[in-house]
DNA sequence: CTGATCTTGCACACCGATGTGCAAGATCGG
DNA sequence: CCGATCTTGCACATCGGTGTGCAAGATCAG
């Protein structure tokens, strides 16, 4: 950058402890969202010590974490939309599923945490879509009018967690997570269950391997 | 006890700093739920030390305090049982609101933290009761078929949580935080939001003030 | 092989929290 | 008023965590 260059390349075991860090990170604070950084070290297979060589503090590494995981989030969520509002909420919900299942214990906490307002360019978009979705489903008689669409909206915000939090307790699937996630969403927009239920058979590409309608 | 007896009866300003302290962990702790001892006791007009004159250990006050909570909400919940599964899942929406709704921000924390085994004997019956009805009502073909009982009441009592994180956001008044976790227990329940809302104009007394069905 | 780069192991300072000991003081009961 | 009871203020120990400094060693690039 300024005047005196590198004397020689970085040793190529630095960037791979650098990931592995990472990556023991997602592991640990997956299963205890406190662990401490020691913890993180050590299943990484270094020393709290080594760890300051990589990251100038702990909360940085927290954050390019997060910052990681919100950048999938954001593709994925951009990656496909539907017309009728019922659906894109369902196809909503897939899709943030996806790619939040292998992470479960751990997006409650990032998303309610202090981490939260640097994810938030990707949690604004995702409430506003499903503000809108849910405005329009209001509209079109397919989805609840009897509350505001912006309470709609974290209801089945809320619902999500639920069953995030779930499946982390019952180990559930990930397609069965899919369609736990869809069909509480849909509960909260108030859809009946046999509405629900009635969608997810008419779209099965929701549960499927990989779709992209 | 044994054989010593006091000589004198305690100050009766005991008593009453013991009460301090138990209601203001009760704001405090509501407010933040990580909130020191030493705002606790400042909070009730006494020290940190002053503490362990009445409570032995931090944890000893946060137990009693959910015990305290725990009791009234089992009075609450044996209170009243209507025969209509689906009533009667609105019901304990209500019953158990009105016990828990001025220590919002508390509550969670409480059931998911440490002293949720404390108040087991509490929690158990209320979840087995949801689980029959929601049995019941899927044997009636009122509530949802698509889910395991079991299930389906862990998703609504993770939208009564929900609700009770977006009342304590949003400051819903009472009246509108009964309506809530009944809409969404409900939702999560399978009805429609049709049929939700039919319910509530049919049973008016669910959002009425003092009402004992 | 040489030397830069990375890791380690120790040390330390710092922070915020809980829990104790003890003496002096304030407060209330009889 | 006397004395038991409660509160205070201080010091101290303990614990677990983060962040740094420094020297010695391991590791890899050239």
């Known amino acids: 950058m300024t005047t005196a260059a590198r004397a020689r390349a970085p040793r190529r075991d630095a960037a ?5 860090l990472l990556e023991a990170a997602r592991t640990i604070l997956n299963r ?3 662990a401490s950084l020691d913890t993180i070290a050590v299943t990484a297979g270094l020393t709290r010590r080594a ?5 100038p503090s702990r909360n940085t590494l927290l954050a390019e974490l997060a910052d990681r995981g919100a950048a999938r989030v954001a ?3 951009d990656s496909a939309r539907a017309e009728d509002p019922v659906l894109d909420i369902a196809l909503l919900g897939r899709l943030v599923w996806d790619e939040v299942e292998h992470v479960r214990a751990m997006t409650r906490v990032v998303v309610h945490g202090p981490l939260r307002e640097r994810i938030g ?11 809108t979705d849910a405005e329009h489903a209001a509209r079109l008689g397919s989805g609840r009018d009897d509350l505001p669409a912006e309470l709609v909206a974290r209801l089945i915000e809320g619902a999500a967690f639920t069953v995030l939090d779930e499946s982390a307790r019952a180990d559930l699937s990930r397609t069965e997570g899919r369609r736990l996630v869809i069909l509480a969403g849909l509960g909260a927009l108030g859809l009946s269950w046999r509405e629900a239920h009635a969608l997810l058979e ?8 990989e779709a992209h309608p």
């Open 16 to 20: 791979s402890n650098r990931e592995a």
């Open 32 to 34: 205890d969202p406190e």
């Open 51 to 55: 760890v300051y060589g990589h990251f």
């Open 75 to 77: 593709a994925a969520v």
């Open 121 to 131: 360019p990707v949690l604004g978009p995702i409430h506003e879509r499903l503000v």
């Open 202 to 209: 008419a779209n099965r590409t929701l549960l499927d391997a």
